[in-house]
């Protein structure tokens, strides 16, 4: 049985409220970048980008119990995750446009390694503990004043970006020549939007885990385009859909013992479902009507 009136004293707590406006930063930042992930027909670039920051995070935590780390112990893996996701775009880009391996070889070829380097790690560092497993599996709860701040910082540079250069990237995503020809920078966005996607994931991890992240930058994209509105529309649509799910099934792992991300992951997939259901009521009862 729910207990709502525990759910209002966690509310009243600085760690839970850490949680939900972290999740909400990421949220924010997953909408705006998967809708253009999506456009881009990049969808499973996320999953290989957060297989790669695994091994950043393994490397960040060895590091920390080695004492070789600068800065607070408990966001260097942040650091050392964003350095790997950065460095594994990277390398996607660099092999499409050397015609070593098309964007989905490498895709899988960076989920394999980054994975194989972070069991590597941490089978060296002496196996899992509650810490790693939360950036393996999504713990808003570990969400700490510091990560807080990464997360602001990191999520206000994604949406300015956006905001700067909404033009430049709607004009580039539909018509790269065209884009190209009237003097939109391509090649420089075109980096750019590869560093936002790694600085996205990072920031996403403590929320929904590296292992499910990816849904997050997709889902609700996928829910935004089923309303078929125009593209500033379903960005903002996009948004609204995400930061919904994040913080309905935040609460919802608050009310019950079951697993945030998870929980996160499926209200945003059953929020698909009901976008899509009421959508094509709709057209059903206009062509019903127009019959």
Known sequence: MADLGALGTLLGLAFFQRSLLGG?????????????????????????????????????????????FVGA????????????????????????RRGVAGSDAGIGLITAVGFA?????????????????????????????QDLVVSAVLG?????????????????????????????????????????????????IKVVGIVLVSALVVLPGLGAFQFRLSFRGTMVAAMALAVVSVVVGILLSALYPVATGGLIILVATAMLGACAAWVRLGDERDGAAAG
Request: aromatic share 12%; charged share 10%.
């Open 156 to 204: 206000a540079v994604i949406l300015a970006f956006f905001g700067v250069f909404y033009k430049e990237m709607l004009s580039m995503t539909f018509d790269e020549e065209s884009a190209r020809l009237t003097g939109v920078p391509v090649r420089a966005l075109s980096v750019a939007f590869d560093l936002l996607v790694a600085f996205t994931i990072v920031l996403s």
């Open 117 to 145: 380097i972070g069991l590597v790690v941490i089978s060296a560092a002496g196996g899992f503990n509650r810490d790693i497993l939360s950036y393996l599996f999504g713990d808003v709860t570990t969400i700490g004043a």
């Open 73 to 96: 112990a408990e966001t260097f893996p942040i650091y050392t995750a964003l350095v790997a996701a950065v460095a594994g775009m990277w390398l996607v880009t660099w092999m499409r």
């Open 24 to 68: 909400a930063i990421a949220a924010l930042a997953c909408a705006a970048v998967g809708v253009f992930v999506l456009l881009r027909k990049q969808a499973m670039v996320g999953h290989g980008i957060a297989h790669v920051s695994f091994g950043g995070v393994a490397v960040g935590k060895y590091m920390v119990v080695a004492g070789a």
